[in-house]
């Protein structure tokens, strides 16, 4: 007669999960699983050395490799952590050593595309739930893995029409289990809603401190020097991963586009009551714009 299960046994919901990229966000969930005592193992595959090094070495994973296939082979969950762009080849390499009844996931900030790149690989008896966490600072590698950075924030699933209820049941409690809070949305809900919450401000941080760089250097030199706290803030939001924002801004760019030409269009109102003097149209607007951050702060997500 088979033992009974110990509690902590109980609590795993996956033997083996296996990440493809470690960097931030991918040593993030691997740290919150761990905390969490979701997963027995965990195997990280990356291309880059330092980072395989790090990973191992700060106990974010049991093992590391830079081959596909042994990083899936036997695994129940399966992490895409790596930009956008880079989607479709990992999923087409990963594809003939997935096993029945394993389950992919991401972490990309934009849907449509991801889904687009990932679910023609994707073989039968696996399924794939597209995810975004709505976490991250502008950190990037191993060393920047945090347990907690998930704890109260949102994370999004966009599940096919095709994904069985237990399945999305299962990663959904995942990132719960994580500290997260979970909602569903369809993908083209998300690119849009993602284009304005987080591409947007990201494309005007990009774009400030691309000024600034092209200031004259003793200006330039001032700037840094005297930064208030808005600038400040600006920097931290364009220190961001290059390469993943690329990759972003790219793969979502009819959304990125349309809510760019909305806010290109509010700037010129800006311009126009400054020129004239409206002091009245100007403290309205920011009397709107502090409700945003009070509701923020009350929703807990400051």
Request: proline share 5%; glycine share 6%; net charge positive.
């Amino acid at each position: 007669m088979p033992k009974a299960k110990t509690k902590a046994q109980k609590a795993v919901m996956f033997d083996r999960v296996a990440f493809i990229g470690i960097g931030h966000i991918g040593s993030s969930m691997a740290l919150a699983m761990r905390r969490a005592g979701v997963v027995e193992s965990i195997i990280a595959c990356d291309r880059s050395a330092k980072h395989r090094k790090a990973a191992l070495k700060l106990k974010i994973v049991d093992e590391v490799t830079a081959d596909y296939a042994k990083a899936v082979k036997g695994a129940d969950l399966v992490v895409i952590a790596t930009p956008v762009g880079t989607n479709a080849a990992i999923a087409k390499a990963i594809a003939p050593h997935l096993k029945p009844g394993t389950i992919v996931t991401d972490v990309g900030s934009v849907k449509q595309v991801v889904i687009a790149a990932i679910t023609p690989h994707i073989p039968k008896g696996v399924y794939f739930v597209p995810g975004h966490p709505l976490a991250g600072t502008e950190h990037s590698g191993p060393e920047a893995g945090l347990a907690d950075l998930f704890d109260g924030r949102w994370a999004v699933l966009t599940p096919l029409p095709r994904t069985p209820a237990k399945v999305l049941a299962k990663v959904s409690t995942l990132w719960k289990r994580m500290g997260a809070n979970v909602d569903t949305m369809t993908p083209a809900h998300h690119d849009r809603v993602l284009a304005i919450t987080s591409h947007l401000p990201h494309l005007c941080a990009f774009t400030v401190v691309g000024t600034a760089t092209d200031l004259a250097e003793d200006l330039k030199q001032e700037v840094i020097k005297y930064s208030a706290s808005g600038f400040r803030d600006f920097t931290r939001v364009a220190a961001s991963d290059p390469v993943m924002w690329r990759d972003i801004f790219l793969a979502n760019r009819e959304a990125v586009l349309e809510i760019l030409q909305r806010f290109t269009e509010d700037l010129a109102g800006m311009q126009k009551h400054i020129r004239r003097g409206d002091g009245a149209a100007l403290e309205k607007m920011f009397t709107r714009t502090r409700a945003i951050r009070r509701g923020i702060i009350e929703a807990k997500q400051a």
